[in-house]
């Protein structure tokens, strides 16, 4: 029997567009020693098998061919609708068998770490500024905690008219909810922002600084100034600057 010495393997797996199913291929083979010029050996590569002859003494020999994988195609998709300034809407769909949860981010900041795996849909409501585009990133996990998937989509929030607004103002502080307070200004102003209760005694000051133009957002999580719980009722969020004021009401229960 004649005798080939590999001396080199090279493999070039070029692929179709992300998640097809056929495999194109190339395979060189560079061999050397006592079989120059003669037949070489068979190469099992990606599910076939291959062979060929030398062209010429410690030639290259090469052959092409394509392989197809009986893996079904994977889709996963994700639509960011901008609701309102303070509001994303995101939805998805996708056919992954093997998914466990989901993980959500929005700028590389956590939005959900385990969501379930038969959830479609979610909304962002998290401190968003108006006239601002926001990329999500959705990834889907297995059993064991391993990545099989992820897509992403983009939102643009609209322009706000608003200059102050406290999202979720029925909330319940004993489980953890609070009220987030949007504000603008457009200019460089001192800043208010204190709550009462009906009575008209004032129970917490959130802001009470100098604040440059732009949007921010300020939580109140249902406690007096003494770091206690308030009672269940409504109160009166109040926002002062040099040129507007402001008030809202806002329910907090027990």
């Known amino acids: 029997m004649k005798k080939i010495l590999v001396t080199g393997l090279w493999l070039l797996l070029s692929c179709l567009p992300a998640f097809a199913y056929e495999v194109e291929w190339q395979v060189f083979v560079t061999v050397g020693g ?26 290259t020999y090469s052959c092409e061919g394509s392989y197809v994988s009986m893996a079904e195609s994977i889709q996963f998709t994700l639509t960011a609708d901008a609701i309102s300034s303070t509001l994303v809407k995101l939805t998805w769909n996708d056919n992954l068998a093997d998914k466990k949860y989901y993980s959500l981010s929005r700028d590389g900041l956590s939005l959900a770490t385990q969501l379930s795996k038969d959830r479609t849909s979610y909304e962002d409501t998290s401190q968003l500024k108006a006239d601002t585009q926001y990329q999500y990133l959705l990834t889907a996990y297995d059993a064991n905690d391993a990545l099989l998937a992820t897509v992403t989509a983009a939102a643009i929030t609209p322009v706000f008219k608003e200059r102050f607004i406290p999202y979720h103002n029925l909330f319940h502080p004993a489980k953890g909810e609070k009220v987030s307070i949007y504000y603008k200004i457009d200019n460089s102003t001192h800043v208010s922002i204190k709550l009462y209760n009906l009575a008209g005694e004032m129970v917490r000051a959130l802001v009470d600084d100098n604040k440059e133009a732009g949007q921010y957002w300020i939580d109140w999580d249902g406690k007096n ?28 229960i027990k």
Do not use: R
């Open 34 to 59: 006592e079989a120059m010029g003669g037949e070489w050996g068979v190469v099992s590569s990606v599910g076939q098998s291959i062979s060929g002859v030398s062209q010429s003494a410690g030639g």
């Open 225 to 252: 100034d003494d770091g206690n719980l308030c009672a269940a009722g409504v109160y009166i969020i109040q926002i002062k600057t040099d040129s507007f004021t402001e008030s809202k009401k806002i329910i907090l």
